[in-house]
Nanobody, 127 residues
Framework: QVQLVESGGGLAQAGGSLRLSCAASGRTFSSNAMGWFRQAPGKEREFVAGISGTGGNTVYADSVKGRFTISRVNAKNTVYLQMNSPKPEDTAVYYC????????????????????WGQGTQVTVSS
């Protein structure tokens, strides 16, 4: 059974830092692009960052570019989101997702391209 489990969420100060982790189990994901999405109350779930299966390509939403960094360690089947200088508007539930596979280079941004999802972890940024 495939599972993605996020951790590391919580309360952060604006301008501080926070690191989210997503541990995958049930199969290896080295051929899958992995992504982080977020959903704030009353808003649609939106793409935050993604990384290709090899880790060689990363893409970011404009709103987090230069502040957040996505990375992965395939030997650990784990993907990370380093959140530096978070802002109150980054407050949301953050979800980890894996796409359908064969994404050694390409990184999709669309939700529909992602097949596996975690349960989410709350991130609250105070000003």
């Amino acid at each position: 059974q495939v599972q993605l489990v996020e951790s590391g969420g919580g309360l952060a100060q604006a301008g501080g830092s926070l690191r989210l982790s997503c541990a995958a189990s049930g199969r290896t994901f080295s051929s899958n692009a992995m992504g982080w999405f977020r959903q704030a109350p009353g808003k649609e779930r939106e793409f935050v960052a993604g990384i290709s299966g090899t880790g060689g390509n990363t893409v970011y939403a404009d709103s987090v570019k230069g502040r957040f960094t996505i990375s992965r360690v395939n030997a650990k089947n784990t993907v990370y989101l380093q959140m530096n200088s978070p802002k109150p508007e980054d407050t949301a539930v953050y979800y980890c997702a894996a796409d359908r596979g064969n994404s050694y280079v390409y990184v999709p941004r669309e939700r529909v391209r992602y097949e596996y999802w975690g349960q989410g972890t709350q991130v609250t940024v105070s000003s």
